[in-house]
């Protein structure tokens, strides 16, 4: 048997759990929900009234829709009868009919004109709103809604791991061959949503994604109420009963929060509330760093590296192999929780206008981030160090690499492929932090088994004993 396979034979025994941490998670849930309540307040707050049929330039003018002018302001609006159209000769043409190497004609989203129109426009408006409230928000909620799902994540994900052996439940950990296929798996799903929505993007197969992707987020929010019961309560709750092909306890709590999560997953579906998306996209980023594990620092460096070349390839070099921008259009193109919104100021329909970052970029980072903090809960068990001092110097660290991004995306008004700049930055911080304690190589080593894959395969041996005996 090799290395890896001699510490999964071992059985695991978690660190204790450090002290102080249940009040400090409490507070951060305080936190998150006065914070999502907060920008709610402030991103509805930016709405004023459009009447139908107008629209509002961007000096605060208002004209009839009948008077839009693409040479001036650019693509027909959501609002106005030739949306997603321009004007060719004396003939109306969709946009995504128009030839892949142009020439682009007004009122197409790539006419070079507008272009570059806009992009002065939009860096006139950043550099004069740069330190106003009205360029600062959008870019604060950003920061404030990712560091906190991160460190939240992180440090709850501690708790379970922690958590005493008699009421510890197994958790699945991802391995280096899984890490291996995150950019292949990721880059299928991608494309797969950009082929599906833009050759068979009905209405009726946009509302069937859209379907399916809340009804797993109605099920994140029964999660996470039932873990955040157990936390307050600082013990489990009870099952009701357990769903045997997936073998999972089902509580009480999980329920009434399913029925929450199911009456929001409704209204989104009707309205596509930015509010509503944010309070599932964090839910379901919160769960995925708590829950899912990594087994390794080599395990969570494979996967950082793929998906960091993953992620510059789908938003810099897909247009010239695929005509769009593959990334931007999906996140587009899905009217579902797949990213955080972050309003930034209206439209001229009488729509808010968002920034947006992709959950992606906040769980990918996240696994990794959580697995530095359940080695800072090794060390502070071993008595080596008193507090965490990895996930402290990797969440600066990622909190520096948002700023980067942020910055870049406002300098070339275009959007940034986020993990080319997490990565290395949370990969040196992790590194240069470990370097600095010498502990480099005992990180390297360090190993969590999936205890999941465990104890299905001890399931499988006590069969196969069953079956020997009665044979």
């Known amino acids: 048997a090799n290395a890896t396979d001699k510490k999964a034979e071992a059985k695991f025994e978690p660190p204790p759990r450090p002290a102080g941490l249940r009040g400090t998670l409490l507070k951060m849930y305080g936190m998150l929900a006065a914070g999502l309540i907060f920008f709610a307040l402030v991103g509805e707050n930016l709405k004023h009234p459009v009447s139908d049929g107008k ?39 969709k946009n995504k009919d128009a030839p892949k190497e142009g020439p682009f004609p007004v009122g197409h989203p790539d006419n070079p004109e507008w272009l570059e129109k806009s992009d002065l426009q939009m860096k006139k408006k950043s550099a004069e709103t740069r330190f106003q409230w009205e360029g600062l928000q959008p870019n604060l909620h950003l920061l404030f809604l990712a560091t906190l799902c991160v460190i939240i994540g992180a440090k709850h994900g501690v708790w379970m791991f922690t958590e005493p052996a008699e009421t510890r439940q197994a958790s699945q950990v991802l391995q280096s061959e899984d890490a291996y296929w995150f950019p292949i ?16 993007g009905t209405d009726y197969i946009k509302l069937a994604i859209t379907c399916f992707i809340v009804m797993m987020c109605a099920f994140d929010i029964g999660t996470n109420v039932d873990h955040i019961t157990a936390l307050v309560r600082n013990k489990c709750m009870k099952p009701l009963f357990r769903i045997p092909y997936f073998d ?15 009456s929001m997953a409704v209204a989104f579906v009707f ?11 964090v839910s379901f980023s919160i769960l995925g760093i708590k829950t ?16 960091f070349f993953y992620d510059v390839f789908w938003v810099f070099g897909s247009k010239s192999v695929f005509g769009s921008n593959v990334m931007v259009s999906v996140a587009m193109g899905v009217e579902a929780p797949i990213k955080l919104m972050f309003p930034r100021g209206m439209g001229g329909c009488g729509n808010l206008q968002h920034s947006m970052l992709g959950l992606g970029d906040i769980v990918v980072p996240g696994l990794f981030i959580a697995f530095m903090a359940k080695w800072d809960a090794v060390k502070i068990g071993q008595k080596a160090s008193t507090s965490f001092v990895y996930l402290n110097a990797i969440m600066v660290a990622y909190v520096l690499s948002l700023i980067t991004t942020v910055a870049i995306m406002l300098f070339f008004n275009a959007a940034q492929p986020a993990l080319l700049y997490i990565v290395p930055y949370v990969l040196v911080a992790s590194a240069g932090v470990a370097l600095q304690r010498g502990e480099f190589k005992e990180l390297w080593a360090y190993y969590i088994p999936d205890e999941t894959a465990e104890a299905e395969k001890n399931i499988e041996n006590e069969k196969k004993k069953e079956e020997k005996k009665e044979s």
């Open 55 to 93: 629209f509002e330039k961007k000096d605060g003018t208002i004209i009839d829709i009948g008077d839009f002018d693409a040479s001036e302001l650019g693509p027909h609006p959501k609002c106005h009868p030739h949306f997603e159209e321009h004007l060719l000769v004396d003939q109306w043409v």
């Open 292 to 307: 899912i594990g990594i087994s390794s620092y080599k395990t969570g460096a494979i996967m950082l590296v793929g998906l």
């Open 185 to 200: 798996m990721g880059s299928c799903t991608l494309f797969g949503l950009f082929v599906v929505l833009k050759y068979f």
């Open 248 to 262: 999972q306890d089902v509580t009480v709590m999980e329920i009434l929060g399913s029925l929450v999560g199911a």
């Open 271 to 281: 309205t596509k509330n930015w509010i509503v998306n944010n309070v599932f996209g």
